[in-house]
């Protein structure tokens, strides 16, 4: 059990250090991200994990720590987390190892990080020979992350922290509703019976700078309601939009070593791949000359560049600072009777074949569980995650380890007491999606109960036990 205690931030002088160190893998591995098997046949870029140390001070006393890193993966996964603690506490005595955040970008092309089917949802055998198995690139990432950690907090010198606003049009709404309110992911938007999107999307590009005590710029952390997934079907190593959003920031900045980390806000409903206006941005793309990865990588710099002197001019080096961590033990997704119902019908056409495949084997699997989630609704244990709100001057964090449906994201942002509010999701674990009502009454992927831990009662206590965080963080706002 991790436990919260409430205290008022403390203001301190803060050290900044960074870092950033290759992860991708030097064999071939299964990438995550797709129900069939991909074998990665080389790499398009290079996969990073990017890391900012952050310590505050204030006569000699240390204030509060923290270490944040981004990765180019598709989640984290609780057997990288662990690895990734233990083998650096030992290393790093006086920082409390539960003070890192761990973010995946949610690329789909990049390793697969767990052997368990249940945890990774892998639906096919991967090969025994000449391929890289799970559990020996966690063993390789695990030291990767560590090295990403010891270099930024050994690298901790004053500095300063600023934060911006800007705007760029990345993500939209995935789930397309027909006439008859039925939701369909990537829906054909183009059909006589669609009617609308299921729900909004979210412009914004929020970035805190991370500068020395000459204001030079050593680090940016950029959040975006948007995962990383446009080139999500290819068989070979990429780190997505990222990559071209960090290699334009370095270009234009002339500043080859600055740390960038890629941090997905509430986007578990949002997508990169276009469902509105199609061929008109694909001309737009093609007059560039862009590829549409290098095109939402020229989005999002140069929304990040566009407010750089902003940033420059409100450099603060004493903030507050205070990193609460907390286990939330969250109601599970309740099954719903046609669900249920749904799942036996399935059975008894699929239960009875001989040879079922991997897919169909993991999705029997799957819909027996649906089966005793049913049964045994009474008796489900709540479903425990671990978050982490941080305040950093007048910015809130706020980590969940979820795929978290846009909503979720909105409310936490608008009720929130700090002056700018990011989110991370699939932070320090992988709890799946978490759909709305809306989207449970539309059906389809991501709001099916195979893909669902909790649902719209467990996500809107997230919510609101976030937001009673936030909110304690900050007592001199009034609203």
């Known amino acids: 059990m991790i436990e919260f205690v409430e205290r008022r931030p403390q203001a301190g002088v803060l050290e900044v250090g960074s870092a950033t160190v290759d992860i991708t893998p030097d064999q071939p591995v299964a990438l995550a991200g797709q129900f069939h098997r991909r074998i990665s046949q080389g790499r398009e870029t290079r996969i990073l994990a990017s890391a900012v140390a952050l310590e505050a001070s204030e006569v000699g006393k240390v204030v509060e720590q923290s270490i944040l890193i981004s990765c180019d993966l598709l989640a984290i996964h609780t057997s990288v987390l662990e690895s990734f603690r233990e083998k650096l506490r030992p290393l790093l005595p006086e920082f409390d190892v539960r003070k890192v955040l761990v973010s995946a970008t949610h690329t789909h092309t990049a390793p697969v990080t767990s052997e368990s089917t249940e945890e990774a949802f892998i639906c096919y055998p991967i090969p025994g020979k000449g391929v890289m198995r799970p559990r020996d690139y966690v063993s390789f990432l695990a030291g990767r992350l560590v090295e990403a950690a010891l ?145 939402l990588g020229r989005r999002i710099s140069n929304a990040v560049l566009d407010t750089l002197e902003v940033a420059r001019a409100d450099i603060r080096m004493k903030i507050p600072f205070t990193h609460v961590v907390q286990e939330l033990r969250l109601p599970p997704r309740k099954i719903l009777e046609r669900e249920y119902e749904a799942a036996k019908r399935y059975i008894a056409e699929k239960g009875g074949l001989k040879n079922p495949g991997n897919q169909v084997t993991t999705l029997l699997r799957m819909e027996r569980g649906i089966l005793k989630r049913f049964e045994e609704a009474s008796s489900q244990p709540p479903y425990a995650v671990e978050v982490h709100v941080l305040r950093i001057g007048d910015v809130a964090i706020a980590s969940n380890p979820f795929e978290l449906f846009l909503n979720y994201g909105i409310q936490l942002k608008t009720r929130s007491k700090a002056q700018q509010t990011f989110l991370l999701q699939l932070t320090n674990g992988c709890g799946m999606y978490v759909p709305t009502a809306a989207a449970i009454a539309g059906g389809s992927y991501s709001a099916q109960p195979h893909v669902n831990k909790i649902g719209p009662e467990g996500g809107q206590m997230l919510v609101e036990q976030t937001i009673q965080t936030i909110n304690s963080l900050f007592p001199e706002v009034r609203r």
């Open 151 to 295: 270099q930024a907090w050994r690298s901790r010198k004053p500095g300063g922290v600023s934060w911006t606003l800007g705007h760029a049009a990345v993500g939209e709404n995935r789930r397309s509703v027909s006439s008859e309110g039925q939701a369909c992911l990537y829906g054909d938007t183009s059909a006589p019976y669609f009617r609308h999107l299921e729900g909004g999307g979210d412009s914004g590009v929020e970035t805190l700078f991370f500068w020395d005590a000459n204001r030079r710029l050593k680090a940016l952390a950029v959040n975006l309601a948007c995962p990383s997934q446009e080139v999500e079907d290819r068989d070979v190593i990429n780190a997505d939009f990222w990559h071209d959003t960090r290699e334009r920031l370095k270009d234009q900045l002339d500043a080859p070593e600055l740390t960038v980390l890629g941090w997905c806000s509430a986007a578990g409903d949002q997508s990169p791949r276009l469902l509105v206006r199609k061929e008109a941005e694909a001309r737009m793309t093609r007059l560039r000359g862009l590829s549409r990865q290098e095109e």
